[in-house]
């Protein structure tokens, strides 16, 4: 089944999880960030101080995660989006009143709690639950919500806090939020649509497991999760590092600023291209078999930007990142319901999830620490390659043996033909 086919026979969930994806924006960095020069100025912030809100905030919302996502195995799909929406929508009125420095951190837990975490869970949970034969089409469909909130909301968000000013823009965030969500909850999405895919079966995962309650303890003791871990942790943590000092990388460089506009926007277009490649991909092969490669093209973005100095690596640097970025949301999401089932996906998926933004903290936090102690982008790069570079091998572990016997076997045969030549 093509996208095109796929979209019109599910046309409400796709726009259901693409829409998550996208509102998630109002509670990711890169647009939060856009408020932070507004706050420090009105309640006379430093920027270790307000980093310290963020990053305490950010780590109480990873923690509470695992308890909270877990709960959309047990309550119904559409009340639980209600209820983010309700506490999204708060935290963005909350923020809006802010009438003293303490009121901040507590929005900020709020904004990640329910928008950076709760608002993708919901999403790409829904596409692993819900659809089997298409599920890598559906969670790449799901994600391309993320690059088009990347690339659209940061340019209106600036304009309209130019125009009625920062505190009103969250007033027009917050209604945006719920009424659309609440509206789509309640009146497009049907009984019918939150069936099983037809067709389909819970592939991966111990059938036994699948039987019975999954634990987030027993989940934590498995090969499969500590398979999955250290790619999970580490990504989020480099991309969001580097994300966050993009202007310090650029002055290291001796580029323009200018620049940076311009590679977001490559990152967002190669992001998207390779969500929608993934897809496809992943449902004819299966997740694991692109696993272990593709953070391969992260690792050439590394290099790219680490050893060559014109000021144009910063395209081939965004794009290979997004490359990389896009078609892994889809490969990790489509390899947890591989490894372990459907039923309790969403027990799975907030476990991950919390490593995620817990990771997205302590990536900047880190990257400051080492920047601060003066060793700088000589020693950040150098450090992120050999890391990622462990994590790439480590990640060998998912192939199938069959498919390493049947790649040593067409070697041999390459080799044999090269010989008698």
């Excluded at 026979?9 to 990711?28: E, K, R």
């Excluded at 209820?83 to 963005?92: D, N, Q, Y």
Aim: glycine share 8%.
């Amino acid at each position: 089944m093509n996208y095109i086919r796929f979209v019109r026979n599910n046309t409400i969930m796709v726009i259901f999880g693409i829409m998550m994806t996208a509102l998630s924006s109002f509670g990711q960095t890169f647009l939060l960030a856009l408020y932070v020069p507004f706050i420090m100025e009105e309640f006379t912030l430093s920027n270790g101080l307000i980093s310290t809100f963020y990053g305490v905030a950010t780590i109480a919302s990873a923690a509470m995660l695992p308890k909270v996502g877990k709960l959309i195995d047990t309550v119904p799909m559409r009340v639980f989006t209600l209820a983010t929406t309700f506490l999204f929508t708060a935290s963005l009125l909350f923020f809006s009143f802010a009438q003293a420095w303490w009121y901040i951190p507590i929005a900020f837990f709020g904004l990640r709690l329910a928008g950076q975490g709760l608002y993708s869970h919901i999403s790409i949970t829904s596409m692993s639950r819900y659809f089997s034969v298409n599920r890598g089409k559906a969670i790449s469909m799901a994600s391309l919500g993320h690059p088009i909130g990347q690339a659209i909301l940061p340019a209106i968000i600036l304009i309209v806090i130019g125009q009625i000013g920062w505190r009103q823009s969250l007033w027009l965030n917050a209604g945006l939020v719920a009424v659309i969500v609440t509206l789509f909850t309640l009146f497009a999405v049907k009984d019918k649509h939150l069936l099983p895919e037809p067709g389909g079966e819970d592939l991966g995962g111990d059938k036994s497991q699948t039987q019975k309650k999954v634990r987030q303890r027993d989940i934590m003791k498995s090969k499969e999760f500590w398979l999955l871990a250290p790619n999970v942790f580490f990504v989020p943590f480099a991309i969001t590092g580097l994300f966050f000092y993009q202007f310090p990388i650029v002055e290291f460089k001796g580029w323009n600023t200018s620049i940076i506009a311009g590679g977001l926007s490559a990152f967002a277009a190669a992001s998207a291209f390779s969500i929608l490649t993934a897809g496809p991909l992943i449902d004819k092969y299966k997740a694991r078999a692109f696993f272990p490669f593709y953070l391969i093209p992260y690792l050439i973005a590394l290099f790219c930007v680490w050893l060559i100095s014109p000021s144009w690596v910063m395209y081939p640097y965004m794009v290979l990142m997004g490359l990389s970025t896009g078609f892994g949301s889809a490969t990790v999401a489509a390899l947890q319901v591989e490894f372990f089932g459907q039923k309790y996906i969403g027990t799975v998926r907030s476990l991950f999830t919390s490593m995620m933004v817990l990771s997205s903290a302590v990536g900047p936090a880190l990257f400051g620490i080492i920047l601060d102690a003066g060793w700088g982008f000589e020693t950040v790069f150098p450090v992120t390659i050999f890391l990622l570079i462990l994590v790439i091998l480590q990640s060998m572990r998912s192939i199938p043996k069959y498919s390493r016997a049947k790649w040593k076997f067409k070697y041999k045969r390459i080799k044999k033909s090269f010989v008698w030549r």
